[in-house]
């Protein structure tokens, strides 16, 4: 086998070499290829050609962005006459490709090995000796680009024509963008099974990444729209990949495009890193309703927010919540799920500012989690003060219970509390000692004295055939906060105003040395007040 000349990528320039050197050094660039190719083709009487111009790709992204025309064309690739037709043969890139390591990486598949001009033309242009003339025959198109529009035409990638993929809204490569812009492709006719892209910073050594200001979503039977709302003035490379079935092991590329950012938006967040939002393809076969195809995003104002999830069967969910920068963990006991037999509300709590990723799962008959689906949540306003929710069992859902009070996971020590819940499957619930049946309504209403600090609280439900855990509350130290009415409150504001403005008209009227007492109300005294109320 011959690989790619890796050292003549990296430095742009590749030594001339005859058929007789490639296979004695068995390492070669274009030039190489071609010459190895042409001498095999003449050998069996194949009529053969080479042909040079310009070839681009996402590794020369940046030379096509400056000025293609400005450039010396920087390939070679054959052109063959089989069946009385030409077509085209790209050894050099059908062999592999040299990774961002300077590694030389086998591919060895065929996609330019008599390739329709069509799909050739959008990353090949031929410049024969300075004729343009010869140079558009060499196209074997009947309406043959110019090197303008050539260099104009966004990157479309081999998995993408292979599969009937392509853009729809931008078809050339520059995209000005001012606040976002929304890229819209098309997939075979039927739905992607994902999609995601990514972004980096063009002209940057460090190539950070801009991923979490992309987002996908479905539009219609087979549209995907990639909105991209970049965080700064600059320009960057978008590229995305896709796969086309829910088994296929890796993404394919599907377009490369460069993204100028004349202005941005106000207030730009980052989102979770993720493919396409809303459900997967099979989420009817999981038993979910077609609604949850069309609300995916969701604004909360205050850190705390309902999802209505519609399902056509009754099932159980396993809710995970990840906030923008933490995709890797869980937020714990942050989400509660409530049931009946048509419907799922997850209700979410949120400690910071942000976007987050609901992601709903399925428990399948294997035992694995399968996320069907995602939702992004905008917390324009943290929750104040947080509360995380009690550590809730799965099986309230099967008994499709409601809990009104109290929804904190901690409870005050030694005091008593009110809990509230109803179902209409359970006939007892347990609480601490204390069991409680015949509900009225399916309602339970049970005030209760909770244990010492440290310990937990476990609220039980059961039927007439077992009972199971529902509820734990974690117990800690009570404390005690003075209670002032607000009536109370605004005419202590008031004195202390008042008093304020006098002292400071005066000077005078209190001595060196002494305090006013006017305001020096303690907290004996207002649980003195309270009491007497």
């Not at 859902?397 to 409601?402: L, Y």
């Not at 059961?462 to 002032?484: A, C, M, N, Q, W």
């Not at 008031?494 to 305001?519: K, V």
Request: charged share 25%.
């Amino acid at each position: 086998s011959i690989r790619y000349d890796c050292k003549g990528i990296l430095t742009g320039s590749f030594k001339d070499m005859t058929a007789e050197q490639v296979l004695l050094t068995k390492c070669c660039g274009h030039q190489g290829y071609c010459a190895l190719f042409s001498a095999m083709c003449r050998t069996i009487g194949i009529p053969v050609r080479t042909i040079s111009g310009y070839a681009k790709d996402d590794r020369n992204v940046e030379e096509i962005y400056t000025d293609i025309t400005s450039c010396e064309p920087n390939h070679m690739w054959n052109v063959v006459h089989v069946e009385d037709e030409w077509r085209f043969v790209d050894c050099a890139w059908d062999t592999g490709y040299v990774s961002e390591f300077g590694k030389f990486v086998w591919t060895c598949n065929d996609f330019y090995f008599l390739t329709d001009p069509g799909f050739f033309a959008m990353k090949h242009l031929p410049v024969m000796d300075d004729d343009p003339e010869l140079s558009q025959k060499w196209q074997l198109l009947e309406d043959p680009l110019d090197l303008e529009t050539f260099s104009r035409n966004t990157i479309v990638h081999e998995f993408a024509m292979e599969n009937g993929i392509g853009p729809v809204t931008h078809s050339e490569i520059l995209v000005e963008v001012i606040g976002e812009v929304g890229i819209l492709i098309r997939g075979p006719g039927k739905q992607l099974w994902d999609v995601f892209a990514e972004m980096e910073e063009l002209h940057q050594f460090d190539n950070a990444s801009f991923n979490q200001y992309v987002i996908c979503e479905r539009l219609g039977i087979d549209g995907i729209r990639i909105k991209v709302v970049p965080p700064i003035v600059s320009t960057f490379i978008l590229t995305i990949f896709a796969k086309v079935e829910m088994h296929d092991e890796v993404y394919g590329k599907v377009a490369t495009y460069i993204i100028k950012c004349l202005d941005i938006s106000k207030n730009v967040k980052p989102f979770p890193e993720h493919g396409i939002w809303g459900p997967t393809l099979d989420y009817e076969e999981m038993g979910f309703d077609k609604a949850v195809a069309y609300d995916w995003k969701y604004e909360a104002p205050n850190g705390e927010i309902d999802i209505y999830i519609p399902v056509h069967t009754k099932m159980i969910i396993t809710p995970k919540l990840h906030f923008v920068n933490d995709e890797g963990n869980d937020i714990e006991n942050a989400v509660l799920v409530q049931t009946d037999s048509r419907s799922i509300v997850a209700i979410v709590r949120m400690a910071r500012k942000g976007n987050y990723k609901l992601t709903i799962c399925v428990k399948l008959p294997s035992g694995v989690l399968k996320p069907v689906v995602y939702y992004m949540i905008n917390c324009r306003r943290a929750l104040t003060p947080y509360k995380l929710f009690p550590l809730a069992f799965p099986i309230i859902q099967e008994f499709m219970v409601t809990l009104i009070e109290p929804k904190t996971r901690e409870l005050p020590a030694r005091s008593y509390v009110r809990f509230r819940l109803s179902s209409p499957i359970m006939t007892s619930i347990r609480i601490g000692q204390n069991t409680y049946c015949n509900p009225y309504a399916n309602r339970w209403d049970v005030t209760t004295l909770t244990p010492g600090e440290g310990e937990e609280l476990t609220i039980y439900g059961g039927t007439d055939t077992y009972r199971t855990s529902l509820f734990v509350y974690k117990i800690v130290k009570f404390e005690r906060k003075p209670h002032v009415c607000s009536r109370f409150q605004r005419s202590i504001q008031h004195n202390h105003d008042h008093n304020s403005t006098m002292c400071s008209s005066d000077d005078s009227l209190d001595p060196p040395g002494t305090t006013s007492t006017s305001l020096n109300i303690s907290r004996s005294t207002v649980f003195s007040l309270n009491s007497r109320k």
